[in-house]
């Protein structure tokens, strides 16, 4: 085999990353003594680069007698791509040659990966000394770095030099743009782009999609999938997926719906944001369809993600039957599964009332990350486990994670559920002068039930008058019920108007007034406030419930005896009336006797 023949084969490795059938060409090279002709030298050496083998190029790079511009562009541009920016920038200070724009693109991603600034107008400045500033590969480069560093202007006068702008440097200007959140102006170079002549590809409207989210405006996103429709764009999992992202930021799950049905070759990607956007929707029987047939279809493999958000699902509808069959199949299918995957059991079954299994899911977690703690807290403080939610709070702290808001949420809750007011009140406090979290509506929302149920009640009703939030009809409505509960009617009044002010189509002031005055036997005042219920024309929502028998959830609703079985119910509530009237007579004749 002669130097022509061997430089061919190595480029064709390089080219499909075949590493094991470049090393055996590496191999003959040796052997055949060619490895010392630099030509082979930079065939080998790209191969290396392009399969991401940086340590093996190095060797090979180190070990030539004679190196060239092609040389130094393979192993700085193989560094680059490989995420080794330090030697990359180290081997172009090192340079004797004049350097190409290959080298100088290669050069400038790496400074804008590192973030640096200087080093990055340094070689800007270099590159224009040689004339290589204009030519588009090195100009994109450019652009890309300044809009990483904010440096918006900057990257417009690069664009204003560039001889030939292509699509991909008006790809990295929208891009720019939007990550720099000014949608405007990336709508402007999109549609100059569109007045030169150059048509969007795939990547263009994955910069574009940002756009309407950012700016949420619908009208822009519906124009963008016409245009992807019209170049035929939109049944490429790529631009299709995107479509359906879009769309689900809107919850408008039919457009979501249609946007994946045009998808030809669907990707876990399309399946998975079809599942997000009906948990979006709060459609999560529609979820649980989703996933159960693309079990059966098997196009695609089902990843984590797949998993969190059909558990998800699982856990909104407190599924435990299901939820429990979804991890089944978990453990039967996969070794080991991702943090995110875990999280989502652990709420499936404290929400589901299963205290244990969520405990037992977060020891057995390979490893753990904030949101993990967090879920853990929430969940021993809503089983009214206080002491227990605070104990994995410490241990949180002594494993070095910080916490943030959810975290003091979950506290707030804890301690209100079990009591501990003056914890309570001592975290509150941390939170703002430790940690530096700012109480956010939740937080004091928590705070207020806390003080409110504990019966401090002109403690919460002086915090409401200090903070902001307390004039949210929230606040005020869990004090409001708080009163109700221990008998004041005094702040009960007050916030009662309050409340009629700030929601005046809501029923809930009238009846916690009406129930508050019930309680202590105001009958006249009970009156009155039915009254002025009645005469403002508001209905109370009736309340429901969700059962799950066999699989399938049931829903019941107040006043609404509307359901397939409502005779066979009946007869079962008349034997049970009858059953404990029966029982009760037995055990009053034992009592006389």
């Given at each position: ?128 000394k040689s004339g290589y500033a204009p ?281 209100n559920h079990a009591g501990l007011v ?172």
């Amino acid at each position: 085999m002669n130097v022509e023949g061997l430089g061919s084969l190595l480029h064709q490795c390089s080219k499909i990353k075949a590493s094991r059938r470049g090393m055996c060409l590496h191999a003959l090279a040796i052997t055949s003594g060619m490895h010392s002709d630099t030509i082979i030298s930079n065939h080998v050496l790209n191969m290396y680069a392009k399969c991401g083998n940086i340590s093996l190029a190095r060797r090979v790079f180190d070990g030539m007698p004679e190196r060239s511009l092609v040389s130094y562009s393979a192993m700085i541009s193989g560094c680059s791509q490989a995420g080794d920016h330090g030697m990359a920038l180290g081997l172009f200070s090192q340079m004797g040659f004049a350097p190409n724009e290959y080298v100088y693109a290669s050069a400038i991603s790496s400074c804008a990966s590192l973030e640096a600034l200087l080093q990055g107008q340094q070689i800007h400045a270099h590159s224009l000394k040689s004339g290589y500033a204009p030519v588009s590969f090195v100009a994109n480069s450019l652009i890309s770095l300044y809009m990483k560093l904010g440096l918006c202007d900057d990257a417009e006068l690069v664009y204003d030099c560039v001889t030939e702008p292509n699509t991909v440097t008006y790809n990295t200007l929208i891009a720019g743009f939007v990550e720099n959140h000014q949608t405007r102006k990336g709508f402007e170079v999109f549609k100059l782009m569109h007045e030169q002549g150059l048509l969007p590809d795939r990547f263009t409207f994955v910069v574009l999609s940002g756009i309407p989210l950012e700016s949420k405006n619908l009208q822009k996103g519906m124009a963008y999938h016409c245009l992807a429709t019209k170049l035929q764009l939109d049944s490429c999992a790529f631009v299709g997926n995107l479509i359906m992202t879009m769309y689900s930021k809107f919850n408008l799950f039919d457009s979501v719906e249609r946007a994946f049905r045009v998808i030809e070759d669907k990707d876990s990607i399309s399946w998975n944001t079809l599942m997000t956007a009906s948990n979006q929707c709060l459609d999560y029987k529609k979820s649980l369809r989703i996933f159960k047939q693309l079990k059966v279809e098997c196009t695609v493999l089902l990843d984590d993600f797949s998993y969190t958000s059909v558990i998800t699902a699982c856990a909104e509808l407190a599924s435990l039957h299901q939820g429990k069959q979804i991890h089944a199949h978990l453990i039967r299918t996969k070794l080991s599964w991702d943090v995110g995957v875990g999280n989502a059991l652990i709420n499936l079954y404290a929400k589901c009332g299963s205290l244990e299994y969520a405990c037992r899911v977060f020891w057995r977690m390979l490893s753990w990350n904030l949101v993990s703690w967090n879920t853990m807290i929430a969940v021993y403080g809503n089983h009214g486990l206080g002491e227990k939610a605070l104990e994995i709070f410490e241990q949180m702290l002594a494993m070095g994670v910080r916490p943030d808001s959810v975290t003091f949420v979950g506290l707030l809750i804890a301690c209100n559920h079990a009591g501990l007011v003056d914890k309570g009140l001592a975290y509150f406090n941390i939170m703002i002068e430790q940690y530096g979290v700012s109480p956010d509506l939740e937080h004091f929302s928590c705070l207020i039930d806390m003080l409110g149920r504990s019966g401090r009640l002109y403690e919460a009703e002086e915090l409401i008058s200090e903070y902001d939030f307390g004039h949210d009809p929230v606040i005020s409505g869990s004090l409001l019920a708080a009163c109700r509960l221990h008998g004041n009617v005094d702040i009960a009044e007050r916030l009662a108007k309050r409340l009629l002010k700030l929601q005046p189509l809501s029923t809930s002031p009238y009846v916690l007034l009406s129930n508050l005055y019930a309680s202590g036997r105001a009958w006249g005042d009970v009156a009155e406030a039915r009254k002025l219920l009645k005469v403002s024309g508001l209905k109370k929502e009736p309340g429901h419930s969700l059962i799950e028998a066999n699989g399938t959830l049931r829903k019941f609703t107040m006043g609404n005896f509307s359901h397939a079985q409502e005779d066979e119910m009946k007869d079962l509530l008349r034997n049970l009336d009858w059953a404990m009237g029966d029982s009760y007579s037995c055990q009053t004749n034992i009592f006389v006797s």
